[in-house]
């Protein structure tokens, strides 16, 4: 496509229940990465992928986050037993190449809130 | 890890004004980005600029790398150019992991 896109848009969903957010990116980047972004703050890293592949998932805050991209392209970004602090906007963004140092872009994020 | 301060964290123009806005870095970076996030929360690129200067429109940046600091620098600002600016570095050994700033504020009034 065109850009980055990331569905759905908007998550409501309960204490305790999983969710998953879902990320395409620009045809052909090898890299993608997913971030979060609480009210008033910058975007915090989370994980990347190089391929199929975690290249950095240091961000990740606890095991109830994990992500995957099974074949290279789409990705999915799984919370398991969501609490309220898991409320915030999950940016999601490619590259072309991975290895660092280009730019990066951003999908429009998806708004989870946790009630 | 690597710290990144933006400045001022607020802003408020009347339109037609110009601005500076500064990130300084407490470390060596190969990727530097100023990013304009809309008041729809859309992430939008302006400059993919690890150092020296570019110029697009109205907007220009420089980086100066040595001395860890980037400069953002908006002309005759318009009311679209509202919104919060982030600044965002990546280390040299970390990937692609950007790092970013608080982000500034700007408000442009009519």
């Known amino acids: 496509g065109a850009g980055v896109s990331q569905t759905p848009s908007n998550k409501v969903t309960e204490k305790g229940k999983y969710v998953e957010l879902r990320c395409d990116p620009i045809?052909?980047?090898?890299?993608l990465y997913w971030y979060r972004q609480s009210l008033g703050q910058g975007p915090e890293f989370l994980i990347y992928?190089?391929?199929?592949?975690?290249?950095?998932d240091s961000g990740l805050p606890n095991d109830r986050f994990f992500a995957v991209r099974p074949e290279g392209s789409v990705s999915t970004l799984k919370i398991q037993r969501t609490e309220r602090g898991d409320s915030a906007v999950y940016l999601c963004?490619?590259?072309?190449?991975?290895?660092?140092?280009?730019?990066?872009?951003f999908g429009p994020g998806t708004r989870l809130l946790v009630l | 890890g690597i710290q990144v301060e933006q400045s001022p964290p607020d802003l408020i123009l009347q339109e037609g004004a110009n601005s500076t806005l500064r990130c300084n870095f407490s470390?060596?970076?190969?990727?530097l980005q100023w990013f304009h996030q809309n008041p729809w929360g859309q992430l939008i690129n302006l400059f993919y600029?690890?150092?020296g200067t570019k110029q697009n429109g109205r907007l220009s940046a420089t980086t100066v790398a040595t001395e860890r600091y980037s400069l953002l620098y908006i002309s005759s600002s318009q009311t679209t150019d509202s919104g919060v600016y982030f600044c965002?570095?990546?280390?040299?050994?970390?990937?692609?992991?950007?790092?970013f700033g608080q982000g500034t504020e700007l408000s442009v009034k009519p």
């Open positions: 965002a570095v990546e280390r040299g050994n970390q990937g692609g992991k950007l790092i």
């Open positions: 963004a490619s590259s072309p190449g991975g290895k660092g140092g280009e730019t990066q872009y």
């Open positions: 045809s052909g980047h090898t890299a």
């Open positions: 992928f190089q391929g199929t592949g975690a290249a950095d």
């Open positions: 470390d060596s970076v190969n990727n």
């Open positions: 600029i690890p150092s």
